[in-house]
């Protein structure tokens, strides 16, 4: 996993660009309680997760949400 905090800005506007956050704050609280977990790779992700469920980034890592 990548630790949240070495999310860039452009990264972090892309996931809120694509999902239901709003801000650093409201991805971090997620994060925080095991809502949301970042990877370095799709290889790192594992595959039983559905397509609704993960965000590809432009720069290739996937941001994968749990729980809905």
């Known amino acids: 996993m990548t ?4 999310l860039t800005q ?3 506007q892309e996931i809120i660009d694509n999902s ?3 801000s650093y704050e409201s991805i971090k609280e997620f ?5 949301l977990e970042v990877f370095p790779s799709t290889d790192d992700v ?4 559905g397509d ?3 965000l590809t980034l432009s720069t290739g890592k996937v ?5 809905g």
Do not use: C, P, R, S
């Not at 994060?31 to 809502?35: A, E, F, I, M």
């Not at 594992?46 to 997760?49: I, T």
């Not at 941001?63 to 729980?67: A, D, E, M, Y």
């Open 31 to 35: 994060h925080d309680d095991g809502l």
């Open 3 to 6: 630790d949240i905090k070495n």
């Open 20 to 22: 239901n956050h709003t």
């Open 10 to 12: 452009a990264e972090i």
């Open 63 to 67: 941001v994968l949400f749990i729980g």
């Open 52 to 54: 609704d469920e993960k």
């Open 46 to 49: 594992w595959q039983g997760y």
